[in-house]
Structures are given as structure tokens and as C-alpha cells.
């Protein structure tokens, strides 16, 4: 992929960004804790010719949006006075931080920026950002990924019924409770509530053991859901190509994956039936824009910033479902 200038070649001023914690209108709870609020770091990349892009990275603890702040900094010190060239100032950036590692919070802060310059290149363009990616905007299957946390069975199935308001037909559950049992209680209580039409996804957040994926799994499989996500470690790619193999229902990965070598590792081991990449770990547009999909993967997006991408890959994957989440804001 080479960058791909805007008719107004743009050059970087200044990158700022300011925390905020956003109330969430679902509490998420999961085997790894509850969530109540969404600490967001709020990032305007301003360029010479007047045009701001912007973009937010999720901290998952409000602790972590000052560490990312400060990589942010040295981000604007670097790239100040430069073309806005994304994959140019990847790997400039990368260079830069080479020593301590493009992982954590430095790829966060880098990525967070990259997302900011395409929005700034699209604008300046005046097209959508898939249509500067030669993508053609099209209507997008998604799913409600609030809520539906670990709780008990009544809230539970009163919340499933909630989540499809505005016509969603798909909704993903939690599960990781103490006992196979507990978990199908719950399964079951959703879906006797929303329906056989409405498809369930079910992520464990990494919570089970690989015996316990096996056994749980194999019960699942008898429930029709669309997809087990993350049973076990995220990393184990052995244990995970097993369970896809082993398995009917399909396995899902990648929200984890850092930057595209660990995504094509994960794909070469055949360790999921779809892939998840999360903007802030794969590396922004400019990491999503480097991805290759073989023709046996299917790929979903994770958290895309409203208004930024739509159907960024259309023409690279088999499927493809936007994942959907509320923030409340506070006044």
C-alpha cells in the first residue's frame, strides 16, 4: 500500500487530546470485571491548511489516558511540520520507538494519531473515508455488543430484549460463570427471550482453560450461537486452531492481535473462523489497510469510530459485521 495523498496535500501543526469518561448506558460485565464508564482519550490532529481530524482511543482504565497523552506528545514533536503521509509516518514513528516497542500504549497513541491523519486526508478530499480507500459505502450487518455481562438470569433477559431496539438481530452475551450449567442457564434465558431469529454470539474474555473451552464448546455446539469468542488465552494459537477444528461453531479471535504479524500468525495456525482487529492494536487505518484476508476468513470490525469507517474493506473479506456500543455523554 503506498499513502494516499488528498487533492490539498495537508501538513501536520498539532496533536492534542483531552481524557473524558463516558457514562456507559449498559454496565459490561465480564469474567476479567464490570465496566460502568468508557475512559476515552479524545485526539485532534490540526494541520496548516485548517483541517482537523479526529479520533479517540478506549484506555480501558482512566489510568492509562494520561500514559497515552504523553506518548501523544512526543508523537506531535516528531511529525510537527511533516506531510501528512500515514504510512510514511508509521514507519518514521516506529523508528522513533523502536527501542522501547510499538506495543501498549505507545501503539495505542500511534494508532489513535494514524486514525486521525486518514479522517484529516478524507475530509480534505471530501469523500468517505472507504471511498478514499477505494472502497464503495454500503449498509453494514451489525450487532449490539452492550451489555449482556455476567448478572442474573431475570436483568439478563430483560437487557437482551433491550438491546434489540433500533432493529438489531444479533446480540453477544457473556459467559465465563463457575459452572458449564451456569452458562447454559444463561444462554438460555436470552435466547428464550429474543427469539430464534436473532443470532448470539458468546465471548468467554479468554476466562476458560483449554479443557474447559473443549467441554463447554461441544455443549455450545449444541445451542446454534454464531460464534465463541476468545475461550482461552488469545495468544494460544495451538489451543485455538484445536478448538476450531474440534468444534461446529465457529471460532473468533483477534481483538488482541498486535499490529498484522500476530493476525497472520494467528491465520496461518488456523486459530479462528473469524477475526476481530481492533483499530488500536492492529495498527489504525493504515494497519487495517495491510491486512490480507484469505478466502476462508471472515473479518468483523471492532469499535469504528462513528462516521470515520464504513465498509473499509469492502471487497477483501467474505463477511463482515460492525460491532455496536452506547456511551452516555454527561452534561
Known amino acids: 500500500m503506498e ?23 449498559y454496565a459490561l460485565g465480564t469474567s476479567r470485571g464490570t465496566m460502568t464508564s468508557a475512559p476515552l482519550l479524545l485526539i485532534d490532529l490540526e494541520t496548516e491548511e485548517g ?53 501498549g500504549i505507545v501503539r495505542m497513541a500511534m494508532a489513535g494519531f494514524d486514525v486521525a491523519a486518514w479522517d484529516a ?10 471511498s478514499l480507500l477505494g472502497a464503495r459505502p454500503k449498509p453494514i450487518a451489525a450487532y449490539n455488543s452492550c451489555g449482556l455481562g455476567l448478572m442474573a438470569l431475570g436483568k439478563l433477559a430483560d437487557e437482551a430484549e433491550k438491546l434489540l431496539a433500533g ?51 461441544r455443549a455450545l455446539d449444541r445451542e446454534g450461537i454464531y460464534w465463541l469468542e476468545e475461550p482461552i488465552r488469545h495468544d494460544d494459537y495451538a489451543g485455538n486452531a484445536m478448538l476450531a477444528r474440534e468444534l461446529e461453531t465457529a471460532i473468533q479471535i ?11 500468525a494467528a491465520l496461518a495456525a488456523g486459530a479462528a473462523d473469524y477475526v476481530m482487529p481492533d483499530l488500536e492494536r492492529i495498527g489504525g487505518v493504515t494497519g487495517c489497510h495491510r491486512i490480507f484476508i484469505p478466502r476462508s476468513a471472515r473479518i468483523c470490525c471492532r469499535r469504528p469510530p462513528p462516521a470515520i469507517f464504513s465498509n473499509m474493506s469492502t471487497g477483501r473479506t467474505r463477511s463482515w459485521k460492525s460491532r455496536s456500543r452506547s456511551w452516555t455523554v454527561s452534561r
Open 51 to 103: 483541517i482537523t481530524g479526529r479520533s479517540y482511543v478506549w484506555g480501558y482504565f482512566p489510568g492509562a489516558l494520561p500514559a497515552i497523552a504523553k506518548i501523544l506528545e512526543e508523537v506531535d514533536r516528531v511529525t510537527k511540520g511533516e506531510r501528512l503521509a500515514p504510512l510514511d509516518l508509521w514507519g518514521r514513528l516506529a523508528e522513533r520507538f523502536a527501542l522501547i516497542g510499538v506495543q
Open 254 to 264: 483477534g481483538e488482541n492481535f498486535s499490529e498484522t504479524a500476530a493476525m497472520a
Open 121 to 130: 486526508l478524507a475530509q480534505a478530499a471530501g469523500l468517505p473515508l472507504a
Open 167 to 217: 432493529g438489531f438481530r444479533a446480540i453477544k452475551l457473556r459467559l465465563g460463570y463457575p459452572t458449564l450449567k451456569d452458562d447454559l442457564a444463561a444462554l438460555h434465558a436470552v435466547k428464550k427471550r429474543v427469539g430464534g431469529e436473532v443470532a448470539v454470539m458468546v465471548d468467554y474474555n479468554q476466562a476458560l482453560s483449554l479443557a474447559q473451552a473443549r467441554e463447554r464448546g
Open 3 to 25: 499513502s494516499t495523498p488528498s487533492p490539498l496535500p495537508l501538513t501536520v501543526r498539532a496533536v492534542r487530546s483531552i481524557g473524558v469518561a463516558l457514562p456507559m448506558t
